[in-house]
């Protein structure tokens, strides 16, 4: 059993950075995949990047490499988002989600934080 629940969120402009925080319970973090997913108003939620169990392989949606960044220290039992160079296309609620599957597969994933909301003015 894993509980997420995202922070860092808010309103910027163009050009600025966020970091974006997950905070997960449990020792059994250690045991789950982590994703980063993304939903703006009127569309579907998208697949941002995953991160592999110990940290060593992560993996990016192509049109964000570059400017997104995912990490996590799995002591803190966090899985961290770095955004730069910030576009109002970027605006979204942003989640984190715990899976084993390896995937950019929303459906994929077992566990889902609650959400945090990115507002990136022009």
């Known amino acids: 059993q894993v509980q997420l629940v995202e922070s860092g969120g808010g309103l910027v402009q163009a050009g600025d950075s966020l970091r974006l925080s997950c905070a997960a319970t449990g020792r059994t973090f250690g045991g789950y995949d982590m994703g980063w997913f993304r939903q703006a108003p009127g569309k579907e939620r998208e697949f941002v990047a995953i991160i592999s169990r110990s940290g060593g392989s992560a993996y990016y949606e192509d049109s964000l490499k570059g400017r997104f960044t995912i990490s996590r220290d799995n002591a803190k039992n966090t899985v961290y988002l770095q955004m730069d160079s910030l576009k109002p296309e970027d605006t979204a609620v942003y989640y984190c989600?715990?899976?084993?599957?390896?995937?950019?597969?929303?459906?994929?994933?077992?566990?889902w934080g609650q959400g945090t909301q990115v507002t990136v003015s022009s």
């Open positions: 989600a715990a899976g084993r599957a390896w995937s950019r597969v929303r459906e994929s994933y077992d566990y």
